[in-house]
C-alpha cells in the first residue's frame, strides 16, 4: 500500500524534472549561442531557396561544426582529453616546495580583508596549494604578476590570502612579475635555484598542467604534477541535455584548442 502511495508522488516528479530540462534545452535555442545557428541555418535556407546551393551547404556545414563545439557532450571530451594528461599522486609526494600558478586577478575590488581578489581559477589553485603546505610542511612559491594596467597583482593578492589561510609568511615565496606560463616557469625557476630547492610540486589547473611541465621542463626542471580545478568528470554519462548549445561549453572548446596551439608553439618554435 505504502509503495502504492508512493508511486504518484515519484511519477509526478520525475515528470516534473523532465519538464525542467526539456525547458532548458528549448531556452538554450533562443540564446546566444544557440539562437545564431537558428539564424545561420534560416540564412542557408534562403540562400537554397535562390539556388544558391553551394553557399547553402556551405553555411549549413560551418554552423553544424560551431554547434558540435558548444555542446557539453563534445566539449566535456576536448577537456577531459587534456585533463588526463597528468593525475595526482596517489601518495603525498617527497617535495620540498610548491608551485601554484596564478591565473587572473583583479585590482580594486572588495575582499574579505584588503582589496583585489584571484580570478576562480587562480583560487582553486591556490585552494589545493594550501592544503598540501599543511600536509606536508615546505614552502608555497606563488607564481604570478600584474597582466594589465586594471587588474590585480596575482603573487600579491594570493601572500594576503596566505597569511590569512594560517601560512606563516616564512613559508611564502612570491614572483610577482610574470605575465605568461613561460614567464611562470623561468622565474620560478630562477627561485628554485637561489634557494636551492630540487623537487618541486606544480599545482595548476588540469588542463593547463600539460603545457606548464613543457615549460618547466624545458627549463632543465622536473617537476611533480598535481593537477587540480577540474573542470568536467572522469566519467562521461550521456544526457540529451548535453547536446544544447551553451556559452560556456563553448569557452571550454576554446580553451582546449588554445591550450593545444601554445604547448604547440612552446615545444616546437620557441
Known amino acids: 500500500?505504502?509503495?502504492?502511495?508512493?508511486?504518484?508522488?515519484?511519477?509526478?516528479?520525475?515528470?516534473?524534472?523532465?519538464?525542467?530540462?526539456?525547458?532548458?534545452?528549448?531556452?538554450?535555442?533562443?540564446?546566444?549561442?544557440?539562437?545564431?545557428?537558428?539564424?545561420?541555418?534560416?540564412?542557408?535556407?534562403?540562400?537554397?531557396?535562390?539556388?544558391?546551393?553551394?553557399?547553402?551547404?556551405?553555411?549549413?556545414?560551418?554552423?553544424?561544426?560551431?554547434?558540435?563545439?558548444?555542446?557539453?557532450?563534445?566539449?566535456?571530451?576536448?577537456?577531459?582529453?587534456?585533463?588526463?594528461?597528468?593525475?595526482?599522486?596517489?601518495?603525498?609526494?617527497?617535495a620540498d616546495v610548491i608551485i601554484v600558478l596564478g591565473g587572473g586577478a583583479t585590482g580594486d575590488t572588495p575582499d574579505v580583508t584588503g582589496t583585489g581578489t584571484l580570478c576562480s581559477i587562480p583560487a582553486n589553485r591556490l585552494l589545493t596549494a594550501v592544503r598540501l603546505q599543511k600536509k606536508l610542511g615546505i614552502p608555497i612559491i606563488v607564481s604570478g604578476g600584474q597582466i594589465y594596467e586594471d587588474s590585480g597583482r596575482?603573487?600579491?593578492?594570493?601572500?594576503?590570502?596566505?597569511?590569512?589561510?594560517?601560512?606563516?609568511?616564512?613559508?611564502?615565496?612570491?614572483?610577482?612579475r610574470s605575465l605568461n606560463t613561460t614567464q611562470n616557469a623561468e622565474y620560478s625557476t630562477n627561485i628554485l635555484?637561489?634557494?636551492?630547492?630540487?623537487?618541486?610540486?606544480?599545482?595548476?589547473?588540469?588542463?593547463?598542467?600539460?603545457?606548464?611541465?613543457?615549460?618547466?621542463?624545458?627549463?632543465?626542471?622536473?617537476?611533480?604534477?598535481?593537477?587540480?580545478?577540474?573542470?568536467?568528470n572522469k566519467e562521461k554519462v550521456f544526457h540529451y541535455n548535453r547536446l544544447a548549445p551553451s556559452s560556456q561549453a563553448l569557452e571550454f572548446t576554446a580553451i582546449y584548442l588554445q591550450e593545444n596551439l601554445r604547448t604547440f608553439v612552446t615545444k616546437y618554435i620557441e
Open 1 to 94: 500500500l505504502e509503495r502504492a502511495q508512493r508511486a504518484p508522488a515519484q511519477f509526478i516528479r520525475k515528470e516534473r524534472n523532465f519538464m525542467i530540462e526539456f525547458l532548458k534545452f528549448g531556452a538554450s535555442w533562443v540564446l546566444p549561442p544557440g539562437i545564431f545557428f537558428v539564424l545561420f541555418l534560416f540564412i542557408a535556407y534562403c540562400c537554397k531557396k535562390r539556388k544558391q546551393t553551394r553557399l547553402a551547404i556551405a553555411i549549413t556545414f560551418v554552423t553544424f561544426i560551431f554547434y558540435l563545439a558548444s555542446t557539453s557532450y563534445v566539449a566535456s571530451m576536448l577537456i577531459g582529453r587534456l585533463e588526463d594528461a597528468y593525475d595526482p599522486p596517489k601518495h603525498l609526494p617527497n
Open 154 to 176: 596575482e603573487a600579491d593578492i594570493a601572500r594576503r590570502i596566505l597569511k590569512e589561510l594560517g601560512v606563516s609568511e616564512d613559508m611564502i615565496l612570491l614572483e610577482n
Open 193 to 232: 635555484k637561489s634557494r636551492k630547492y630540487k623537487q618541486p610540486l606544480l599545482v595548476t589547473s588540469a588542463f593547463h598542467m600539460e603545457r606548464a611541465v613543457v615549460n618547466f621542463n624545458k627549463l632543465g626542471v622536473d617537476v611533480i604534477p598535481y593537477p587540480c580545478d577540474y573542470m568536467v
